[in-house]
């Protein structure tokens, strides 16, 4: 963290992007408020991984006004359907990315990981095909954008 306050700007123009887990309360009081970072770093994109798990509607408040800053919608237990389409309802489709958190989380009757578990599920919750698009590739193309 030291060199980050240090080297800001190199920091700046090399890291473009930047995934945050927040598996644990701990975790997220020792690296700090992503707040901050991006009041430091404004063009950095970030995203949260397992749409904000385990805090879900505070760091989406914090999110809701960033327009680069997006949640994954990864993971098979903690983001299930209701957390799924409730983050999308509240930070609107532009901001959710489609995840795996692949190799955790469902497997196959063959023992490997199935990737196609959550795509499944947002085919399901979002009938609409735009939606879908969105979801699955777009929002995507346009987070790794420069």
């Not at 404004?42 to 960033?66: C, R, T, V």
């Not at 190799?103 to 919750?125: N, Q, T």
Request: charged share 25%; net charge neutral; proline share 4%.
């Amino acid at each position: 963290m030291f060199y980050l306050k240090q080297h800001r700007q190199q920091c700046a123009e090399l890291i473009t992007l930047l995934a945050v887990n927040h598996n644990s309360v701990p975790f997220l009081r020792l690296i700090g408020d992503y707040d901050a970072l991006l009041k430091k770093v404004p063009d950095l994109k970030l995203q949260l991984a397992h749409a904000g798990f385990p805090l879900y509607s505070e760091p989406w408040n914090n999110i809701k006004n960033y327009k680069n800053v997006y949640v994954d919608l990864s993971q098979t237990s903690y983001p299930n359907d209701r957390m799924t389409r409730a983050v999308v309802d509240f930070l609107g489709v532009e901001k959710c990315l489609f995840g795996t958190d692949g190799p955790y989380g469902v497997h196959g009757d063959d023992d490997l990981f199935d990737y196609s578990f959550i795509k499944r599920r947002i085919e399901r919750l979002f009938s609409d095909k735009e939606i879908q698009k969105r979801l699955l590739g777009e929002n995507f193309l346009e987070f790794i954008e420069k």
